[in-house]
């Protein structure tokens, strides 16, 4: 809700927040921010929490809609005339997403992680993933907000969304399964079997999937190969958009105590939890690496401590046995220091697909 604030013609946005505190439990609370004034180059701007500025207050509120960027959420939805916020927060518009819990049968989990649990089950007669997210991880409101993006995303290189399930609880995401597991495990349980055609391959088709993010304004923010899964086929589908958020300035500013895996970061996401697609390239060097050190724990004999210190020195991770010279430098780019001097994914996936032609 934006009010007048305090100060005379000064207005102040009140947010209410169920975000996790530092003992790791819904912390429902209110938090106010006053809306700022500065002079900048002769015109009147105005910034919240952090100095991104804006000509008016409606951009900043809506730079804010999508962008924490200092604030402890999102702007995500406002308090309605009567002060009742709108009585089903889940809102797809679209009633075919909806699934039945009655049409589904759950089998035995596929795998866990940070934010919940993977399923096999049947659906209508079609084999599916259910993702169902811990309730103490992650909120309706972010849950939706996942569902909301994998609703407008379609590509044959991203696992396919089927259906949102949000009259059981916890809610459940219903989606396409793939036979082989996920990119990491797989390619650990078939070490020295992969040709290096193969190898090359898995990397284009992350590539597809992540140049057609990045053409979306979408960023990953978790790409790992632990986050792709693989097909019966041996093609890779990039997976788990828990963490991805719609962005305006291909930037986006973490909330304050979000974690994220260091062994996989850019340099800017550790120092200053700064995301964009830039940082999603450098994940992708990382993934590159795991492709061809055939499933390998990147930096696994460090600890995090020692691997920033690694990076802040210039040190990279060496050259897989496995990588011709052209791909390496290709992952060597996709660690440079400064975000700008690194490749897009349109640019990355032009390289590979020339690479897997000579």
Sequence with gaps: MMRDSRQAGLYTVSLFTKAMGSNGLSNPRVKHYQIKEVQAEGEKMFYLAEKHLFNNIPQLINYHKLNAAGLITRLRRPVSQNRILTSNPFCLNEAQWEVDPRELVLGEELGSG???????????????????????????????????????????????????????????LVLELLENGCLSDYLRARKGQLTPATLLGMCLD??????????????????????????KNNEVKVSDFGMARYILDDLYTSSLGSKFPIKWSAPEVIKYSKFSS??????????????????????????????????????????????????????????????????????LLHELASLLHL
């Design 278 to 347: 830039k940082s999603d390239i450098w994940s992708f060097g990382v993934l590159m690496w795991e492709v061809y050190m055939e499933g390998r724990i990147p930096y696994e004999h460090s600890t995090n401590t020692e691997v920033v210190e690694s990076l802040n020195s210039g040190l990279r991770l060496l050259k897989p046995r496995l990588a011709p010279d052209p791909v390496y430098l290709l992952m060597e780019w996709c660690w440079r220091e400064n975000p700008v001097d690194r490749p897009s994914f349109a640019v």
């Design 114 to 172: 940070q934010f919940g649990m993977v399923l096999e089950a049947r659906w209508r007669e079609m084999k599916v993933a259910v993702k169902i997210v811990r309730e103490e991880a992650m909120s309706e409101d972010e849950f939706i907000e996942e569902a909301k993006v994998l609703t407008k995303l379609s590509h044959c290189k991203l696992v396919q969304l089927y259906g949102v399930c949000t009259q059981r609880r916890p809610p459940c």
């Design 206 to 231: 992350v590539s597809e999937a992540m140049a057609y993010l990045e053409s979306s304004k979408i960023i990953h923010r978790d790409l790992a190969a632990r986050n792709c899964l693989v097909s």
